[in-house]
Every structure is written in structure tokens, then in C-alpha cells.
């Protein structure tokens, strides 16, 4: 088959089958048997993620269910059981065994909890690989990611004999929500890299344009917290209530007042707050599902501190208990502007791209490939995001989500000639 | 059968069969059938409830379904088609053709939103008439009020010729979350009604206590509140969201700021907050589920005024819209103390009974039967409520509740010697 | 001069030279010197105030410069020295040397802080006794109470050969704000005591009724609250601030949200609250001046504690440090019955009263007296608060407040009465 | 006397006898009576000032008692007569009758309502020109930006042959809370300039630096607001009351809690609050003094319409009136890049200068002259606002403040030099 239709296939296979993070474990183990097939050496589950640092894991119960399900769906039985436990993670590496750089690039695979649409007009209803897995749906492109990982793969494998150094292929659980990329950074997978590329597609940059570094990502902190009171009828004995609805309003307004940090943006947000179990009862329980974010690491802290102290403030107003869950996290990061100029100059040189953004500075949300970008940089490697710009059908996260699949190929020799390049011309 | 073993029969069978209120279809049908046969005339349905004041009933959809499954399970075929709707009220009179007073008796029949326990240890699980309707339990003893209606119906109707005057019996639907008196006295069902005695089963009154008269029921008003606002990405734009989720926090804790009011009690309670859909977006949608009370109906209008004021100034601030539906309700009353004093001596004259309060202040939570209190006492007649003490496995609305049957006999016996003893002396 | 005229002099030189609580320095002095004179034994000062226990005390410079003004205006030389340092009470003792019961007799003396109506239908300011001094203003009768104080002595010094017993006169400072009563009854003051009568003129009741006894004083606590944090550029640099009006406000709006007591009537207010020293400024200073109120002393107690809760959270929410300072209480108390009905036996016999209510249960704000009636029952012995009916030009606290002076000579000679006749009958 | 003399000279006279925004009565008149000696057409008072568009004016006792002060105090009685009614500004115009471009430079003349350090160490107070007036001080260098205004006009009188066009010489009222520009920018006062000069001495850029354009400034409301409720005493009707504290209270909480913005910087900041009068009572009266910003007019203006609705809606929780006043405004400006660079060039010929910056975004605090700026460039002019720098004693707004007097001179010269050198290059 040829690699541009093979890329297609993946990509819908994955969409077809998505999978949401720490569970991601047909697709990895098909990622797996894909890479070991191509000769490269693997690293898989526990080996490349720190367990301590797995933040929003889904606990044993839904984990073990959805090994049942992966079973079930065609997940590829040698490699399945690598990740039933919920540690999805791949570090994939061909070693050329002459000398030259470390070259690593990363790609993630988990999907979102968004039903998909199945209106005739979205294209993955039509065609026929819309998710079957009601109420979960790649419509972030990561099922691209995933494809274009392998087929960068694919090309490495196939002209080994031109390459010169080391190239490693990280495959990433949990990007959404920012938990899994940690687990892996601290569990040493980007120690000895040289040079890393992260990439994603869309994002709102055009169809034929391409960013070769984004610095825009804001550092966050995603918080889940719970207060728990003690119930009383609300009409006969309500002093003998502590109230954690009213422990819950309060955090929440005030955790929006926190005050705004003269260093640049900060973001606040409760999204959710679910507090009580009857109309006359004292609530006895309330849950709030925030996030901070800040331009920089420094002020994501401030937030998350001040955030701190406002929940244990409100806590101890009403006399309830709390508690306050990191369960996602990601810092800010400067991309390295050498390896964003190579990037740069390379992209221009592909047909496909018309336009080519070395460097932006757009605020574009959060994303922990950021650690590995600090990690490399902290070890004095290079370290860049790109975008490839595509086609939107509707935005990311909207249930009509998809993307323009010519840009698949296009983004893989983009990546393969940036190893090469890169490699040859390390000093 | 004798009433002693019939009692028991109609209570437990309505126990195993609970329906919440404005879905009584079958309880309905089966009192209707039993008073119909015993010479009572019937006016049912929309004939005795005003629909217009029908506070929080059911939509459609669960009203249909409720009917299929009163149907499936036994309700009778004659009388179900007056229910339907959900507008489950009976008035039946007994007319001696005599002269004398008109005394009415109010019996309520709903069931509560509860899953009753399946210890073995909980008689109605042992006996093998737990509630076969998971999710809804007759947790507050209205089961027996309906038994004990029907027994008072049986010996009205058996003893006709004793007696002189009219006896109006009123099967009250929704009295849980006070949402049916209203409909019932709004329709007029307490025209023309001289003397009018409502009565509740434990309440915290032990075996072989009576009281005569309960005048602690606090005025209330149940409300439902709704934000809507406008969802943003809480990173990326979040000035373009209107907030609901704060509209609601600030709501809640300013409605508990309410002033106290010098002239008696006063409660609020904003027992449930569900807010928003996702960490990173804002909030676009909240609920209060909420309730004030008050030691008058002036208060409780304070205090329900204060809340719409508060709700509307919420919403103001974040520019979102709400509304407020009142879905239930019930005024205070003081009970006359002239009937009270003659029902406490008839009760004391029972063997069964070994104490007995005339008139207590306790407060008791909040009741509607107060409508009907109200409209009699003012036009000119006298009204109480009282409560027949029993024991108690468990506390009203615990999921282990029940009561003890020997108390229905004389709850039966009394209130028939009061509507003899009533008739009689009344000039 | 015939003690009709006396009392009306003393009562207008009282109120032409008004004193606010713990300055009653001039009053003080001229009480001890005429009682002196009577033949009582004097205790004053720090003899008859627990140091420790005195609070809102004005600070050693108020204090200091009230002691000249007191000296310039007319203060008994001998007796000023003793209360110079602010303790201004006295308990004055007349022993009859034959045996019998210890009575005694309550008398507050200061003033408030309110401006004196200067209009001219103002009956002080048309005869020459408005208050000299600006700001300062006898608005709840208090000169009449001292005056009465001294009236009742002259009437017990004059027929001391009548009287069997022990009977104490205490003048005490500080009720504005029930600061006072507290330190003298912890000095030890009521010791020994049998009989107690404390006694108020107006509160609303008519002219010749009298009340034997008032059991409506809610307990109470009166706390001066400050926040304190950091100041820093609004503009620049806020993040660096520590808002203490932010911590003030929410701890303002969520003491008024504490939830209501159903052991009885309950009452919070933050009356006042002062914050911030300029536009651009984060706020690094705020003040709450508040109170608490309770039916009893446990629900005043309940709403002090919650109130620190809610302090203590509002500045750890905003990294701010706190004080609260008590700096004014009352308990609740029950008058002892026997001696209500005693003392509205004797009032019923004097040809002023027209009406006696024995216990009136209506609600008249709070009173520290209640610490004087609890330390004498506890130790057995029987206390009551009564109440004089007068007509009010105005209402209590207001600037064109005033009493009817023709109250005096029967609240002296009914409280004389009652010192015989409960020392003749005591057994 | 030497130029360099005088300036000093003026500077500290001005800085002797500071007035505060809209009471520059005896600068204004100073500075008029040696404009017109210069030679230069003058515009005072109303003339060059919209009156409804002046912020924050103090009110009619205030300006009439200032101006018997200035009387007393040195001002030029002949021009004094034109500003005893506060408004204060002047329009300085000096016509070359030779073609080419109109040229303004503005200069601000308020003090701030600061007490002067007393210390020895304090250069003013050591040579003798601490302020006389007690709680007013020049601690923001506008007594150096008047002085160097009159330095400009001597050198453009005396050196009037050598240029072209026209200058215009705008004296500034009211800078300090943004409240003066507005009211002469409305008044016509920028009509038909074609180049526009405010400058700044300070701010934090170093002695012999200079900032051709500082882009900075932050758009700001200054805002005070006023709850008007009803009193009520708290412990025996609190529900009679209508609680203006509360009602500002929860106002500013949420103020602060408005949701940031994306499209760049915003601050808010309730910098006082003040309510109530008595712990007692609940409070009648509350007011803030409060500010919003935004990094551009857009951001404020969405921050003042928050605050807007949050107040509004805050009243109509709590039954209160409300009022808004905008005693200040300022909006956000970007300076005109090509005569940013032109001034650059000029500075960096001048010796004292050791380092130019061309153009600085750094966060500035807010400033009026923006509406001057914003007006030259919508009628197609250029405009830029420049920064001399200075040693500093003590940070601005700071009671030690103090400016380094060498820097006067080279400020006069090098405006000079733009002067002469954009109207002989304009085209």
C-alpha cells in the first residue's frame, strides 16, 4: 500500500476506535506492533511513565472494562497486554548505530468524551468511520498524530541506511487535560535527546501554512476539589449542618477574584460546581472542577496557590473538609529559535507549504509537551512545537470536528526531512 | 375480614406499591373503588384540583409512563381513567340526609423519592412488602393515612344511621414538597366544611401519645431557580462568557445572607447547586434547588421576596437571565383551639391512648394541610391537626422507616368518635 | 430639700454632664462623695472591677484627658482620684447590723455617644440642662437611673433603724455596649448576695405600668474585627498586595449567611466596615465593627464561634493576618419568679401604678446586668430586672430623647419597699 | 538669570506651594503672567475646558477656599481672577507668521494629596522649599514638567526668528486621576495640531536615558460609588433595614471576580470601603472608590460595564439605590512611530543623553495626555509621549520623592531641538 493511503487508514482506523487518556490501549498496542515490525526497539507502560506522576488516571474499574473493550475491538493481542493497566506510553527507538544526534519527536493519542456527530453531513459519518464508541470521539486530531507518527516511522525504517545518530518516537497518553506527558518527562524518557519536535495539526493555522515554533501555550494546573460537610434538616436543626455548598459558592467567587498578576495573562475557572442532595438538607457535599493557566510557569503557581488558600479559607469558614487534586498539569516553554529557523527552513522547501511562520507567539491554550521541551532544553538540547496547518471541518472539541487528510504526508516528510537534516548537519 | 386485619392489609399493599405525588393513579383508583362501593359519592380529578395550581407536578412524559405501570400493577380498571393526568385528588361524602354539621377529614397518599432499605432486619423487606417500585418509598407513613381514611369510610358508611350531618373524606395528593393542598382548597374543596381535622401518624410522638393540635408547621415555599448564561472557552476567550456558574455562587450565599426577621423564625435553604459542563469552559447553565420557611406566611413571603430579589441582582451582575418556579408551598396556621380541646378529650376517653397534649408549638416542619385549615377558619369553621403517636423503626424519610400497625385501630376509632361525637354536639 | 427636688437636680446635673462608658469619673465621684456622706462603706475602682475583664475600654490618652475634663467640670475633688484610671464603679453597702438577707440594688450610669438635639421643643435644651458636652448625650436614661441609685440610699441611710439586713447600691459603668457588668460580677461583686433587682425606666413602656421582671434580653457579643495585609500598586504590581478589603467583605457577607439556630431567635450584623487608604491601592487594613445576638447565651455563643470560623477563613483566604476583640457582652438570664411576683406585689400598692405586668417575655435588645442575675442565682440566690414605665419625648438613643421626670420619686420609693419588705419577710 | 537657574528656581517655587487637580490657581496664574511677558497669545479657564467633562472637581467651598489661599500665597493677582473658579488650564500659543506645522507640547501642573516627609534628609526640607501646605505635595514631578514647560517657552520666545509654524504650549490641569485632559481635549484644545508632544520626567528610566515613545499606559475609570439603603436597629427589627454595607460588599467581591480578558491586560481594584455608622444598625450607606483598567480602551470599557452591571445588580439584591460617578478616565493610546523615531534622533544628539529607547511598551501606570494623543492622530497629526529620566529619591507618589534638578535642562533643549527641527523638516 502506499504510505498516503496507508495514513488514511490509520488515521480513520484510530478514529473509528478513539480512546480516551490512560485508557488508549488498542491503539497503542497497535502502535507497538507496528513499530516493532519496522524493526524499531520499545519501551512500553511502566518503563517510560512514572506512575506517582499519573494525574486524571480513570480508576481500576473503568480501566480494567475498557481492556475488555480494547479485547473486544481488534486491539493487537502480543501488545495488549503491555497496557491494560492504564500506562499507555511507547518510546520507540532506532538506533543507526553511526555517530550523530538523539532526535526525538513526540505524538499523541487519546481522544475526548464529546459525542460524535452523526449528521450525514459530517464526513466520518458518511464514510462510514464514525466512532463506535458512543460518547467518546477524536476531535482534537490526535488519531492524525498518531497516524502521521507511524508513518514517519514508516520512512525512518525505510532509509535507516541514509541516516546517520539516533531517532526516538514518543507516543503520549493523556495529552487532554494535560496528565500523561509529566509521567513521562519524569520517568527520564527525554533524558540523552538532542533535539525534539513536538507537532500538531490545525489549531486554526490555514490548510498550506505551517508554524515552526509556538510559544503561546499557557502554563495550567486542572484542580479537582471536593468539600465534605455534615447533612441536617434544614428546617428543624440546620445549625447542626456544616454546610459545604455554601464552603463551595464561596471558594469558587473568590477563587475569580483572585487578583490579576502584572507578569501577563492569568486565567481562572470553575467550571463545574455540583453541591447537595436535597432541597431541605444542609449539603453535606460539594465538588468544584477548576483550572488556573498562566503565560508563564510563575504565574500558573500564584494562581494555583492563591487557589490553594482560598479552598482551604472557604473550608474553614463552614467547618467542612476538603480536599484539592492536581489532576492535570502542564508549564509554559519557550521554543529554542535555532531549531525553529532549521524547522522553519526546511517546511519552506516542502511543495505543500505555502506560508511558513517561524515563530508565534499566539496564545493557543495549554499543552505538556512542554515538559519534554524543558527537559531537553534544561539538558542543553534543542526543543520545538510545530503546527501543520489543515482544513477545519468545525473546531477542535466541537462534535463536527475533522481535518483536511492531505495534509497527512505532507506533515510526515516534513518531519522526516527535519531528521535528516537535522542529523547530518549536527556539530 | 375485620378491620383490624383489613387495616393492615390496605397499608401494607399501599406500601408495596408507592407512587409520588401527582402519580397516586393507582392508590387513587383502588380508594376510589373501595368509597364508591361503600356508598360514598365521588368527585375526582380535576373536579377537586385546581390545575393551575398544581405546584411541581411531573411533566407528560413521566405521567404517561407512571399510568402504564399503575395499570400493569393493579390498579383498578374502573376508576384509573380519572387519574391519568396525574390530577389524583378524591373528595367523598357520606350525606346522612340528618341535619348537622359538614366535617371533613384530610388523608394524604404519596410516597417519597427514597430506596427503601433491603435489610433483613427491615420488616417491610422480611414481611415481603418492601416497595416493589425501587427508588420510591412510603417513608413518612402516608401508606397508613390512607388506610386509616378508609377505615374511618368504613365505619362512617357501616354506622350510617348514627350519625347525623355530611362527612367529607379528602384524599390528598402531593403532600411531599407541600405541592397538592393548595390545588385541592384553591378548588373549593373546603366550601361549606364546619369542622375540618387533619392527622398525621409519629412525628417523634410516641406509641399511645395524642396530640390534639399541632400548631408548630412553619409557612414554606419551594423554589427551583435557574441561571442561563452564555458558554466561552475559559482559556481562549473567556470575556465572550456570561457566567452562570458564579451567578448561582453568589446567589446561594447572599439568599443564606438574608436578614433575620424579629417577628419569629425564619429558614433558607439553597439545598443543591449544579453548575456548568466542562473545567475549561464557562459555565452556561446553573440550578438552585431551594426552600424558605417561616414562622408565619409573612415571613416566609419575606423571605421568599428577599430570595427573587437576590436571584434577579445575581443574575444582573453576570448578565444572564433566570427564572424562579415556586414548586410547592404552604402557609402556617394556628389550629382552633375549641376543636382541639374536644378531640383531646375524646382521644383520652380511648383505651389505646395514655397521654395526651392539647395543643403543642413543637415546631414540625411545614405541612399543607394548613390550606385547609385556613379556608375553614375563615369562613367561619373550626379545623385541627393531630398526630397519633406510634414507634418508630427509623425516622420519617430514612429508608428504614415504619411505624407500628397497632396504631391503626385506634387512629381509626378515634377520629370516627370524633365525627360522631362532632355531629352530635355541634349547635 | 425634699427628695423629689433632689432627684430632679441630680438627674439634670447627670445629664448636663454626661460621661461615656469606663469616663464616668465625674459621676462616679460625685455618687461616692453624697453616698460617703449617707453613711455607706464604700468599695470603688479596681476593688470592684476586674481589670482583666473590662471591655471597649478607651485607651489610656481618652482616658487620661476625660479625667481633666472631669476636674474642670465640676468632679468631687476627694473622690475623683479613685477613678482617674477609668474603673469607674462602686459598690456602696449599708449594714443594718441586725440579721437579715444582703440585698442589692443595680444602677448604670454612662452615656451615649449622640449630639443633643439643640432644637428648642427639646425640654433640656428650653430649661438649661442639655449635655455640655458635644457628642455626648444621656439618650437612655441613665441620669435617671443614677439618680433613683441615690435616691433609694437616702431613703435606706434615713430609716436605717426600720431595716434589718444588708443592702448594697451598685453603680456601675459601661452598660452602652455591655462592657461593664461583666468585670464587676467577675470582681466578685455578687457574692453573698440573696436578693438582686436591677431596674430600667422607658424601653417603651407606658407611664404608671410597671414590668416586675424582663425576660427578653438577648445574650450578645460586641467584636471589633481588623484585617491586615499588603499594600501595593493596583496598577503595577497587584499581585504583590494582600487585599484585606477583600478579606473584610467576604467575611462580612458570609457572617451574615450563618446559618439560623432552631433553638430560637438569633442575630448577626456587621454594622459597620471601613477598608483601603486610596483609589489605586490593594486595601492593606479593613475593620468590621459587628455583633452577635442570641435568645440564649448558647446561640450567642454558636454565632461568636462561627463568626471566628469565618474570620479566621476569610484571612487565610487572602493571606491576610486578624484580630477580633471582644470588647462589649451579655449573657441571656430567667428573673427568678418568686421575687417578680413579690416585687409586682409591692409595685401594685403604690398609687403611681396603674399596671403591672409581672414577667413580660417581649424581646428588648440586650442588657449585662444578666451577668449580676446569673452569678446570684447560681449561688442561690433570686434576682429580677423591672422595668419603670415612662413617657418617651423621643425613642431610646435618639437625639431628642427624654424621660418624664415625675417617674422618679415612685421608681425610688417602690424600690424602697421592696428593700423592706423582702428583708422583713426573707426566712 | 541663567536658564538653568530659573528652571531651578520655578521648580522649587511650584514645588513650595503645591495645589492639587483642578486648584492650580496659583501656578496657573504664575505661569499665564510669564507666557503673555514671553510674547505668547494666551487662552485660560473655560475657554480651553469642555466644564461637563471635567472629573472629579472638587466642589464649590473647596475651589472658593483654595483661591483666598492662593491669593495669600504669591499668585499673580492680575491673572488669578481667570482660574478662581478651578478651571485651571491654559493654552500657550506662540506664532512664527512663517509657514509650517503646528507644534504642542503639554505639561501638567497638579500636585498630590500627600504629606511631605519632614526629614532632614529630605533635600526639600534641607534647602528649604517643603511644601507649605500640610498634606499636599508635588510627588510626581509636575512641578519639574511646569517648570520645564516655562523653559521651552523661553527658548522658543527668545529664539522665535530661527523657527516656523506654530507652538503650542498646553498647560494641564488635573492629571493626577486622570481627570483633566479629557475636559481640554473635548474643548477643541488639539484642534489642528500637527504634532504632539506630552513628556514625563521619572517613572523609573535612569538618569541620561531617554524614551522617545512610551506606549504603555493602561486606559482607566476611576469610579466612586455610593449604596443607599434604610437603617434599622439590628437587634430588635433588622428586617425593616435595607443593608448598603452588604450590598458593597458583595459588589466589590464580584467586581474583582470579572472574568479576565484575552485580548490582553485588565485590572480592577476597589482600593477604599466605607459603610455604616453603628455596630448596632444595620448599615444605611456604603460607598467605594474604585478603578478599572485595560491595556486598551476596549478592555476598560468592558471592565466598567461589568462593574457597572455588578453594582446595579448588587443594589437590586439588597432593596438599595446606587450611584455611579466617573471621577476620572484615561484611554489607552499607541504613539506615532515615525515621530517617535524623529525624536529619538534629536535626543541622542544631545549630550547628557548616554542611552535612547525609540519605543518602550513597559506598563506605565494610565495618563491622560493619551486623549490628547488620540485626538492629533484621528485628524491625521503625529503624537508621542516621551519619558526624561532622573535619579530618584524616593519612588513616585512616595512622601520622599524627589527628582534629580540636572536633568531640566537638557529636557528643555532637547524639546527645543524637536521644535525647531520638525517644523523645518515637516512637509
Given at each position: 500500500m502506499k504510505l498516503v493511503e496507508q495514513l488514511t487508514d490509520w488515521r480513520r482506523d484510530f478514529h473509528r476506535f478513539p480512546e480516551q487518556g490512560f485508557l488508549e490501549m488498542r491503539t497503542a498496542s497497535i502502535v507497538a506492533s507496528i513499530l516493532y515490525d519496522l524493526g524499531f526497539h520499545l519501551k512500553m507502560g511502566k518503563e517510560v511513565m512514572n506512575v506517582d506522576e499519573c494525574m486524571g488516571k480513570p480508576d481500576l474499574k473503568i480501566t480494567s472494562e475498557h481492556a475488555k473493550w480494547a479485547k473486544e475491538n481488534g486491539a493487537d493481542e502480543k501488545f495488549l497486554p503491555f497496557f491494560t493497566e492504564g500506562y499507555t506510553g511507547i518510546v520507540a527507538t532506532l538506533d543507526t548505530q553511526l555517530p550523530g544526534p538523539t532526535i526525538a519527536f513526540r505524538f499523541d493519542m487519546d481522544a475526548l468524551p464529546i459525542k460524535e456527530s452523526d449528521s450525514s453531513e459530517h464526513l466520518p459519518t458518511q464514510l462510514g468511520f464514525r466512532s463506535i464508541a458512543e460518547g467518546t470521539m477524536h476531535a482534537c486530531g490526535h488519531d492524525a498524530h498518531t497516524a502521521i507518527g507511524l508513518g514517519l516511522a514508516t520512512l525512518l525504517a525505510g532509509n535507516k541506511e541514509q541516516l546517520t545518530g539516533v531517532f526516538k518516537l514518543i507516543f503520549q497518553p493523556a495529552e487532554e487535560g494535560t496528565r500523561g506527558a509529566k509521567a513521562m518527562a519524569r520517568a527520564g524518557?527525554?533524558?540523552?535527546?538532542?533535539y525534539f519536535i513536538a507537532s500538531h495539526i490545525g489549531t486554526g493555522v490555514p490548510q498550506h501554512h505551517f508554524v515552526a515554533a509556538n510559544n503561546g501555550f499557557l502554563a495550567t494546573s486542572k484542580l479537582n476539589i471536593t468539600f465534605k460537610g455534615t447533612a441536617a434538616h434544614a428546617g428543624s436543626e440546620p445549625e447542626k449542618g456544616k454546610n459545604a455548598l455554601l464552603a463551595a459558592a464561596t471558594a469558587a467567587l473568590n477563587m475569580h477574584a483572585i487578583c490579576r498578576h502584572s507578569g501577563g495573562d492569568s486565567r481562572i475557572n470553575v467550571g463545574e460546581l455540583h453541591a447537595g442532595s436535597g432541597r431541605n438538607v444542609v449539603a453535606n457535599h460539594a465538588s468544584l472542577i477548576a483550572e488556573t493557566r498562566g503565560e508563564t510557569s510563575e504565574i500558573n503557581d500564584y494562581m494555583k496557590e492563591q487557589a490553594h488558600n482560598i479552598v482551604a479559607g472557604a473550608a474553614l469558614m463552614y467547618g467542612v473538609e476538603y480536599s484539592i487534586d492536581t489532576v492535570g498539569e502542564a508549564i509554559s516553554c519557550k521554543c529554542s529559535e535555532a531549531l525553529a529557523n532549521k524547522l522553519a527552513t526546511i517546511a519552506e522547501q516542502h511543495p505543500f507549504i505555502e506560508h511558513v511562520v517561524p515563530i508565534s507567539d499566539n496564545n493557543a491554550g495549554s499543552e505538556d509537551a512542554t515538559y519534554f521541551l524543558e527537559a531537553v532544553q534544561q539538558q542543553g538540547g534543542q526543543a520545538t512545537y510545530c503546527i501543520f496547518g489543515t482544513d477545519l471541518a468545525a473546531g477542535h472539541h466541537h462534535e463536527c470536528f475533522d481535518i483536511n487528510e492531505n495534509t497527512l504526508l505532507p506533515a510526515v516528510e516534513i518531519l522526516f526531512a527535519a531528521a535528516k537534516d537535522i542529523a547530518k548537519h549536527d556539530e
Open positions: 524518557v527525554a533524558d540523552g535527546i538532542d
